[in-house]
């Protein structure tokens, strides 16, 4: 998702982009504690934060269906052009459409 314009639901001011972050998934179970989480992958997620009230709002920054395991995290580059993070086997930004072999 692109940086883009949003009010906050609760005072109506304009939120601001704070940062992505990778968000983990899983559960906690009685018996396996965090075990689980593990295998569970994560996802990369837009946070946006509202400057007067402070309400969170997170969108997904992956591409549709795109959760990758934990252990992929790390294999990840970031554009130049739009800032966002994506596998390094990709030829080109999946979010923008930069090929690697035109860097701004």
Known sequence: MA???LKCLRCG???RFSRQED???GKYTFSGGDLNNLTAGSILTDIYVCPNCGKLEFFSAEPEGD???LHQVSDLIVCP???KRHSASDTACPMCG???DEQP
């Open 98 to 100: 930069l090929k690697r």
């Open 23 to 25: 968000i983990q998934l």
């Open 3 to 5: 940086a883009q314009e």
């Open 67 to 69: 959760f990758r395991p």
């Open 81 to 83: 052009r739009c800032k």
């Open 13 to 15: 001011a304009e939120m």
